[in-house]
T-cell receptor
Framework: QQPVQSPQAVILREGEDAVINCSSS?????VHWYRQKHGEAPVFLMI?????EQKGHEKISASFNEKKQQSSLYLTASQLSYSGTYFC???????????FGGGTRLMVKP | DAEITQSPRHKITETGRQVTLACHQTWNHNNMFWYRQDLGHGLRLIHY???????NKGEVSDGYSVSRSNTEDLPLTLESAASSQTSVYFCASSPSTDTQYFGPGTRLTVL
């Protein structure tokens, strides 16, 4: 079952912060975050593993609540380059098989 | 540099034709995946492979097939193309349970 992302879309001014949420109905082994710009491939941002390990982008942070089966991506002091669609992908059993959410469209304006 | 490539980047075909989309990676990753992405939607898994001679069905596998004869390649075949298969197709590879790296995509139109 597909994880649910919220909000579906958000518009920011440069320098503002945003939070994107990803919620699953199943127990999670890991959550992967990607950003996709129009007409391009998804680009890896961050992976959060069960047990607390995180790997990813320097300027973007995320949290992983295993009990609530939720993850949140925090974008601080947003830049124009942050614009795009953000997807979370969830792995339920360490099989590296991801189920992706519907995406959150982020637009950063000057 | 190691990379993942897809070909063709754009393809127009007719209903009923067989179509094969190529995916090639030079990272020597064991895991490879095929997704489709429709306008306004996320990525949906079609097929995946954990190694040579291993293939598995994903969420939307009907009408598609894959084969894995070596580590580098996972071609995706549409046996008899249908208009509902018009989409953007992404291939990805991964070394293990780590992140997946995506190819540039193939835009397929079935008329």
């Amino acid at each position: 079952q597909q994880p649910v992302q919220s909000p579906q879309a958000v518009i920011l001014r440069e320098g503002e912060d945003a939070v994107i949420n990803c919620s699953s109905s199943k127990a999670l082994y890991s959550v992967h975050w990607y950003r996709q710009k129009h007409g391009e491939a998804p680009v890896f941002l961050m992976i959060l593993l069960k047990g607390g390990e995180q790997k990813g982008h320097e300027k973007i942070s995320a949290s992983f609540n295993e009990k609530k089966q939720q993850s949140s991506l925090y974008l601080t002091a947003s830049q124009l380059s942050y614009s795009g669609t953000y997807f979370c992908g969830t792995d339920n059993n360490a099989g590296n098989m991801l189920t992706f959410g519907g995406g959150t469209r982020l637009m950063v304006k000057p | 540099d190691a990379e993942i490539t897809q070909s063709p980047r754009h393809k127009i075909t007719e209903t009923g034709r067989q179509v094969t989309l190529a995916c090639h990676q030079t990272w020597n990753h064991n895991n490879m995946f095929w997704y489709r992405q429709d306008l306004g939607h996320g990525l949906r898994l079609i097929h995946y492979s954990y190694g040579v001679q291993d293939t598995n069905k994903g969420e939307v596998s009907d009408g598609y097939s894959v084969s894995r004869s070596n580590t580098e390649d996972l071609p995706l075949t549409l046996e008899s193309a249908a208009s509902s298969q018009t989409s953007v197709y992404f291939c990805a590879s991964s070394p293990s349970t780590d992140t997946q790296y995506f190819g540039p995509g193939t835009r397929l139109t079935v008329l």
